[in-house]
């Protein structure tokens, strides 16, 4: 089988030798046209030198521990679910963002907890609004609990 030749002899190729050429002078149009932002950096103020520590008030959060069988302790202290929001009520008066930390023990039912939760959430109707509520996972329980 013989392949025909697509080029004739005469046809020459096209010329590329100016085209390095025409990319140097389209690299020169773009960066003359340009205009170039100054990065001038964050802008803060250094805090004058304080030799004195800062008082931080520690802040305790309250905690709601579900045991299996539905028992609920609050702080420690054994309470019904009912009883909680009126628990909550004068520690929130004093701090509305205080973290309010729900632990499930591992064997208790998980209606327990969505029981917990869904009264901690219906406060905002009963005028003691729970803005933080956590619920940590098992992972976090096992690394970071005392």
Do not use: C
């Not at 046209?33 to 103020?45: I, K, S, V, Y």
């Not at 004058?48 to 069988?69: A, Y």
């Not at 205080?98 to 901690?120: C, H, Q, S, T």
């Amino acid at each position: 089988m013989k392949f025909r030749n697509r080029f004739r002899d005469d046809d020459e190729p096209v010329p590329t030798a100016s085209m390095a050429d025409i990319t140097f002078l389209l690299i020169i149009f773009f960066m003359v046209t340009n205009t170039f932002a100054a990065t001038r950096g964050l802008d803060f103020a250094i805090p004058k030198d304080d030799k004195s520590t800062p008082l931080v008030e520690r802040e305790e959060s309250v905690l709601i521990s579900i045991h299996p069988g539905g028992a609920i302790e609050v702080d420690g202290r054994s309470m019904r679910a009912d009883q909680i929001l009126d628990y909550l009520k004068p520690k929130l008066e004093r701090n509305a963002t205080k973290p309010v930390i729900i632990r499930p023990d591992p064997d208790a039912a998980y209606g327990d907890m969505v029981r917990v939760y869904d009264v901690l959430r219906e406060g905002k109707d009963k005028g003691v609004e729970v803005r933080n509520i956590n619920v940590p996972t098992q992972r976090e329980i096992d690394q970071f609990w005392y």
